[in-house]
């Protein structure tokens, strides 16, 4: 079954779903960014010329090599997939089987193909005030995984663990105090119109 994990900016949908793969398959994980510009070619594949004048050869792409090799991959910001990339999806969501248009080929998935993907709460609805476009992406195919920010005490561990100087020198609760102050400014209303901070911030600001 497709996996979806939605929830806030920078609670942890794609580190939890690197972290499963590692656990699981070692690095076998296939990673796709979506935007406005991603086209279905991106994933599919296209011919592309070679050294020889008007000679050409099939290139596939992300999406396919996956299928056809059995991997997993993690298609972030689903929200944001153009209708193109959705009619790329639909077929393999239901059945398992990827359709190569421009080869008319369907191809069945590999053994152990794994497709997730990740959609950021709160993202802004389709033209007029309609459903978000990962609605049109099958909606009812995926199985949907609510993740929630880390807690306060959640958040202390991992800076003392993932930055052990500061935990030694016991600035990970100081460092929480200052983020969370800030995160405050963000939010409230003269913080009206900036990115509200996430632990992406917090782990880079750590980090520096």
Known sequence: S????????GAGKTALVEELARRCRGTDLVTVHLGDQTDGKALLGAYVATDV????????GVLTRAVELGAWILIEDLDLAPLDVASVLLPLLESRR???AARGEHLPAAPGFQIFATQSTGAATGAGGGAPRSALLGGSLWTRIA??????DELTAVVAARFPSLGAAGLAPRILDTFDAVRALTMG??????????????LRWCDR
Do not use: I
């Open 2 to 9: 497709p996996v979806l994990l939605e929830g806030p900016t």
């Open 53 to 60: 004048p008007g000679e050409f050869r099939w290139q596939p």
């Open 98 to 100: 990827l359709f190569v």
């Open 147 to 152: 993740v929630t920010p880390l807690a306060r």
């Open 189 to 202: 209303p003269s913080g009206s119109g900036a990115r509200p901070l996430s632990t992406r911030d917090l």
